[in-house]
């Protein structure tokens, strides 16, 4: 249990519970349902997939991690501009970072402990 809100720990249970759950159900691992989404129509002028597609969640990074991401943001639109894409929506990178992380646990949880200052063997 936290300092902060005694009911932290019960979340974290039920998001593990509903993850169980979740895996249970689909029969595939997070890996492969990550690295089978369903694809867009390929049109550069449509979002890769429908609002209602997508499942809303709060994070809570720090502020100059926000601040970095926004500043990414602008360079990842340049490589989009690239192929024609010049209104990618909100949603498509929220899905694009979690997917990336979700492909690279090992890296996430390298950023985490660093973070913490613990020391990577």
Same mark, same amino acid.
């Not at 360079?75 to 989009?80: D, F, N, P, S, Y």
């Not at 949603?91 to 990577?120: C, M, S, T």
């Given at each position: 249990?936290?300092?902060?809100?005694?009911?932290?720990?019960?979340?974290?249970?039920?998001? @593990?519970?509903?993850?169980? /759950?979740?895996? +249970?159900?689909? =029969?595939?691992?997070? #890996?492969?349902? $990550?690295? &089978? %989404?369903?694809?867009?129509?390929?049109?550069?002028?449509?979002?890769?997939?429908?609002?209602?597609?997508?499942?809303?969640?709060?994070?809570?990074?720090?502020?100059?991690?926000? @601040?970095?991401?926004?500043? /990414?943001?602008? +360079?990842?639109? =340049?490589?989009?501009? #690239?192929?024609? $894409?010049? &209104? %990618?929506?909100?949603?498509?990178?929220?899905?694009?970072?979690?997917?990336?992380?979700?492909?690279?646990?090992?890296?996430?949880?390298?950023?985490?402990?660093?973070?913490?200052?613990?020391?990577?063997?």
């Amino acid at each position: 249990m936290t300092d902060e809100n005694p009911l932290d720990d019960l979340s974290e249970q039920l998001e @593990e519970t509903e993850g169980e /759950a979740t895996r +249970e159900r689909s =029969g595939r691992t997070a #890996e492969e349902r $990550i690295d &089978d %989404p369903s694809p867009g129509d390929g049109d550069p002028t449509e979002p890769a997939f429908p609002f209602s597609a997508s499942k809303q969640g709060p994070i809570y990074p720090r502020e100059e991690t926000w @601040e970095a991401y926004d500043d /990414a943001i602008y +360079e990842i639109k =340049g490589v989009l501009r #690239e192929y024609d $894409i010049r &209104d %990618p929506a909100g949603r498509e990178f929220d899905d694009a970072v979690l997917r990336y992380a979700a492909r690279n646990p090992e890296g996430v949880a390298e950023i985490i402990l660093e973070a913490r200052g613990i020391e990577l063997d």
